[in-house]
DNA sequence: CAGTCCATTGGTCGTATGGCCAATAAGCCC
DNA sequence: GGGCTTATTGGCCATACGACCAATGGACTG
């Protein structure tokens, strides 16, 4: 993720103590740090965001990371939003299928656990939101475009006639309460059984007035 | 929680450098520092059971923690494992009512949100279980024993007609899965809508094979 | 080419953590 | 009552953290 792995040093050792001092456009740096952040965020978890951390990343020093985000707390909050928001993409393709074959996607990489790291971020994020005022914002702020891309495939299926005629609102919100119910074992040891793999389809099927099995039936 | 809130020192001022040390019996002291630390995870969160704050909870020096629980990070899953027990119990009352009023008032419970603290002690274990394996098996462990107290609850109610003959083992699942999804959002500032706040009684009628509203209508 | 701005460094400070250890004293046993 | 076990203390150490600051030097402007 982060736009240059580690920035090319001039001539000498590897880590020569006088390595070259590079010099970016503040803004190119900026977003540097926050793909640095997000990236540890998602395969090590936020608290693991440090300054030292982050600088070690981009071969930088920690007072940089300061110097951009003077408060270390926004930086997490703001590699949380940039995690999340660049991971949504992978669950909702913005091809053209139809609503009912959108929503078996959906499910399905979740069933395949393919966003495995999206939910250790999300259960990250929802425990870490309790002492971080900004990133409970966030935390809604995420989840609101989230309802929202999966209200837009359900308002779709019911008005093709794929899905029974209920309330959009209420179903996105089952769906995704289904999801977190499923992530909240995200971390855990124990073989996925078949009721938690297929918690969410079934509160999809139950949900929208499908039959059991329809949304498998539609991946093809 | 802490069977003594704190020791009484002889004489003296209170924080006297001088304050006289108490010998306890080594289960008794061993007790109290578990019960502290489950309080302080109840109230703080498990990240905050430091063997300072533990200490100070108890009105001894921290060393002594550490004499009991070398490893401090044993402490915190035995507190773990302690408070959530404790709090199971206001869940599960063990009294002689009927499988779906003992059901609903399970729901009940969780509706009004009495069971908040320990929502946010399990949402915090979920977490923290990523990085603390031994916390990963005690939550495997208190999961396993609320599955079982509602499977028996499940299948009193199977056995005496109330509730549909499903499997008890995926419908407890289920019920808990839908526990969890509303748990996750319990450190969120947002107002709780009614799809939330109804999200385990629906999920609960759905899979037991109960007409919407029927566990609401059996608190009596 | 000289001057200015500010991105970047290197270093320091205060705080908090877990862990370790020798000294102390409380209470039990003989 | 004397001695022994060990619960308890007080102190220290290494580590990691966020924050702060003066000095440096890269790049742009005139």
Not at 2 to 8: A, D, E, I, M
Not at 79 to 95: G, H, M, Q
Request: aromatic letters at 6%.
């Amino acid at each position: 993720m982060p736009s240059s792995p580690v920035p090319s040093r001039p001539p000498g050792r590897a880590s020569s103590p006088t390595a070259g001092r590079i010099r970016k456009r503040p803004e190119e740096r900026r977003e540097e740090i926050v793909d640095a952040a997000a990236a540890i965020a998602l395969d090590a978890g936020m608290e693991r965001i440090t300054l030292r951390a982050v600088a070690e990343r981009l071969g930088v020093r920690p007072g940089l990371i300061t110097h951009y985000f003077p408060a270390a707390e926004d930086l997490v909050v703001e590699a949380f939003s940039r995690a999340s928001a660049s991971e949504r993409e992978l669950f909702f393709p913005a091809d053209e299928r139809t609503p009912i074959q959108r929503l078996a996607h959906f499910v399905d990489h979740m069933e395949r656990g393919l966003s495995a790291p999206l939910a250790r971020l999300w259960l990250n994020a929802q425990h870490l939101s309790r002492f971080v005022p900004a990133l409970d914002a966030a935390l809604q702020q995420q989840d609101a475009l989230d309802r929202e891309r999966l209200s837009g495939i359900l308002a779709d299926g019911i008005a093709s006639g794929d899905f029974a005629e209920v309330d959009v609102e209420t179903a996105s919100q089952r769906i995704l309460l289904a999801v977190d119910g499923t992530g909240s074992y995200i971390n855990s040891s124990a073989e996925l059984g078949a009721v938690r793999r297929g918690f969410v389809a079934d509160v999809a099927e139950w949900t929208l007035g499908l039959e059991p099995g329809a949304l498998r039936r539609a991946l093809g």
